[in-house]
């Protein structure tokens, strides 16, 4: 996670060598930039909002 610029740096592992990933490969369906934008949220409101605009995300 690079805090600075609110950016989340994934990676997969396979075949000796490795590539960025856009979505979780332990969460399925879970979106890197979702992540990124949660972070970028939490530095402008209160982690309950967050939390509660997170959580209606995975329910859509």
Known sequence: IDVQ??????FEIQNRGSRRIDESQVLPGLDIALLEEAFRRSREMNHGKVSAWLLSQFQA
């Open 5 to 10: 610029n609110v950016q989340v740096i994934a």
